[in-house]
């Protein structure tokens, strides 16, 4: 279904040359692992069956078959200082920190998300790091859960077309990729305790379309999740791996357990996993005993370490150049991408005409991020942490852009702030894996943003998260509302050149971000009595909570299409952004009946009605009137960044195959297109629609 809605992607790609390099076919890579496999001892069969060290591949060689290096992290290369010794990889000195993926989201541009992952591909080449551990894939259903910065946000469309534009810029630097987490993990409230219950519809129509893409892009690692998924670890489990990710899915690569997230031995074996990572201290020694008992067979083991070897025959990593350094010389271009990045995904939520700031006005910077850059994680222990080189302090870059005209206080009266010409006011969060952390702010930050916004009406309010959060007690107030997210080593240069006017916003929320908490369907994912932590010991302590539900209740109602179906509004919705210029739809061209054969086309005019140059998304929505089943108030289907001079207009085409119109039947357990009146929305967000437009469906 993805795959067709994603056609005129995939031929754009084509044309390009940009699909995922894969030097050897399928099924002769498999022919040549199992003359590998043949020459391996049962002692190295077992090793091979876990990881070797923290972040390696076993490997043997003597026989062909060398150690292979894994690295976190999406957004950029993690360097680690708890590798093995030299002699198995030199550590690269420095590594890009890039914007987190949901900022990459909020950019709408899968060309820009192509030529991001190929940066960090290039870089990994140039570290010796054959296989990068992402994308993440997650839908971020929950704005609680620590993770939804590695994410593309709350739709499966966008997430699927980022995804797969991220995995062919990162394979076809000869860097494989790895989409995590298979499947279910939307929340990080002690994540190995979670037992995810995902109805079918819900699996199919949400949550696997991003995996999907991801395969048909020509991923070659899948990671399965911490979670259970319907009372059994995914890492173990024999429907998520062989009847969802292998039948279903079809993927034919290497599939990885995430960390300590495996449990039975005999389950591992026998699932379909391929490698328990890192690997518990008692596996060797239970897979002999099971060996033993004659529970599991030699040829078992065998079965569950060939796509291993496979995939790295199949992606050239056992025979190629380690070492790239030749790729360092192009840092200085992965810097300007990183920069792009930012300028591209900061979405501006609210401007009552203070934005761009007028010359000549003093600024009173003030709040959490002056001298810190806002990253996730906060220190090395997060597997998203990137440290970045030559990082830009938001103090740095606004002093860079306006000068003098900056003051710093960090603790301003009433009176100082109300002496300013403009407040800058950096608030936020920090994120991390693991951990969930409140949708309200600290108490002490609401205060001292309520302060600031009624002390001086000319208050511009920075956010940098990594997710939604609670702003609904001092949005009105604020003069602007900017959304930075977290912008990677030098996105506060961006940030700086939206606030002068030196760059036009165009980022769009992948995400809708509620008024309360109390709206979100995810609402009830903590269990009753819980309470929010947030050091580390604790979150990997298992013994202090039981197995816990997780209800996705809300079926296929998630993020804008929970909302707008029942009918609550959000603070801000979802693909809503603002720009300096302004913009008008033309009616489309859409023939009134959907073709029996082939796609429906529509097309429609944009123009830039404003004063200066800006880009615009284009949102197409779907939805069904009177449907058999319930549905979403609207759907994305499609969506284009045009980018236009001021007066000058460009059109814009959509293709839709009747799969856009298809929703998943749990009784035929498939794909059904019902009969009937479809109405296609065209807009610039979920809730700002410029027309509507019905088809009839025979």
């Known amino acids: 279904m993805i795959r067709k809605i994603m056609l005129s992607l995939a031929a754009c790609c084509a044309a390009a040359g940009l699909f995922a390099r894969q030097p050897v076919a399928w099924d002769e890579a498999y022919r040549r692992a199992d003359s590998l496999i043949a020459r391996l001892s049962l002692d190295e069969k077992i090793r091979f069956a876990r990881g070797y060290s923290s972040f390696f591949f076993y490997g043997v060689p003597e026989k062909g078959i060398p150690y292979l290096y894994l690295s ?159 009372g059994e670890w995914a890492g173990q489990n024999s429907r998520v791996i062989g009847e969802l990710l292998r039948g279903e899915l079809g993927f034919r690569g290497c599939v990885m357990s995430d960390w300590g997230s495996v449990y039975d031995t005999e389950k591992v074996v026998r699932s379909g996993q391929n490698a328990e990572m890192p690997g518990r201290r008692e596996f060797a020694r239970e897979v002999r005993e099971l060996l033993r008992q004659g529970r599991i067979s030699e040829k078992d083991l065998e079965r569950m370490i060939r796509p291993n070897v496979a995939t790295a025959v199949a992606f050239g990593l056992y025979d190629r150049v380690k070492y790239r350094p030749d790729l360092l010389d192009r840092f200085p271009a992965h810097a300007e991408t990183a920069c792009e990045v930012a300028a591209k995904g900061t979405v501006l939520l609210r401007n009552d005409g203070i934005l761009p700031l007028a010359a000549g006005r003093r600024i009173l910077l003030t709040g959490r991020f002056i ?34 005209a900056v003051q710093v206080v960090e603790r301003p009266t009433r009176e100082q702030l109300a002496a300013a010409d403009v407040v800058l006011l950096s608030a936020g969060t ?57 912008p990677g080593q030098n996105g506060m240069t961006a940030l700086a050149g939206i606030l002068s006017g030196r760059i036009n916003p165009s980022g769009k929320l992948p995400i809708t971000i509620e008024r309360e908490f109390a709206d979100s369907p995810a609402k009830g994912t903590m269990p009753a009595g819980a309470e929010f932590y947030n050091k580390a010991p604790r979150a990997y302590n298992e013994k202090l909570i039981r197995i816990y539900d997780v209800d996705y209740a809300e079926g296929v109602l998630v993020g804008y299409r929970w909302y707008e179906t029942k009918g609550i509004a959000p603070l801000y919705p979802f693909g809503f952004g603002l720009s300096y210029t302004t913009f008008s739809l033309s009616k489309p061209r859409v023939a009134k009946r959907f073709p029996t054969k082939g796609p429906l086309t529509v097309r429609a005019v944009l123009t830039n009605t404003g004063s200066r140059a800006g880009a615009e ?57 019902d009969p009937g009146e479809y109405v296609l929305s065209l807009g610039t967000s979920s809730a700002d629609i410029a027309v509507e437009l019905p088809v009839t469906v025979e």
């Open 617 to 673: 998304v284009v949102q197409l929505y779907v939805s069904q009137r009177n449907p058999s089943v319930v549905r979403p108030k609207k759907e994305l289907k499609a969506f284009r960044r045009v980018e236009l001079a001021p007066g000058s207009s460009g059109e814009i085409e959509f293709e839709l195959d009747r799969s856009a119109l298809a929703y998943w039947d749990d009784r035929m357990h498939g794909w059904r297109v």
């Open 430 to 486: 920090i994120d991390v894996e693991s951990f969930e952390r409140p949708f309200a702010l600290p108490k002490e930050e609401e205060a001292f943003i309520r302060m600031c916004v009624e002390a001086n009406p000319n208050t511009v309010v920075l956010v940098n998260s990594g997710s939604g959060i609670r702003m609904s007690g001092w949005n009105d107030r604020a003069a602007a509302v900017i959304y930075g997210w977290y």
């Open 72 to 230: 976190d992290a999406t957004q950029g290369v993690h360097l680690r200082n708890n590798l093995p010794d030299s002699t198995m990889v030199r550590q690269l000195e420095r590594s890009t920190a890039f914007p987190c993926p949901i900022m990459l989201a909020s950019s709408f541009d899968p060309d820009l998300a192509f030529r991001y992952a190929e940066a960090v591909g290039e870089e990994c080449r140039a570290g010796g790091i054959e296989v990068l551990l992402g994308p993440g894939l997650n839908i971020a259903r929950n704005s609680q859960c620590g993770r939804n910065f590695e994410y593309f946000g709350e739709d499966p469309l966008l997430t699927s077309v980022m995804a797969a534009a991220y995995v062919r810029g990162m394979q076809q630097t000869g860097t494989a990729a790895c989409l995590k987490h298979f499947i279910g993990n939307e929340t990080e409230f002690y994540r190995r305790r979670s037992n995810s219950l995902i109805g079918e519809r819900a699996l199919h129509e949400i949550y696997m379309p991003p995996f999907r893409a991801g395969i048909e892009a020509g991923a070659a690692y899948v990671m399965t999740s911490y979670n259970q998924l319907d």
């Open 371 to 404: 001298r810190e850059i806002p990253r996730t994680g906060g220190s090395t222990s997060s597997s998203a942490e990137v440290l970045g080189y030559d990082n830009v302090s938001l103090e740095e870059a606004l002093r860079a852009e306006f000068g003098d």
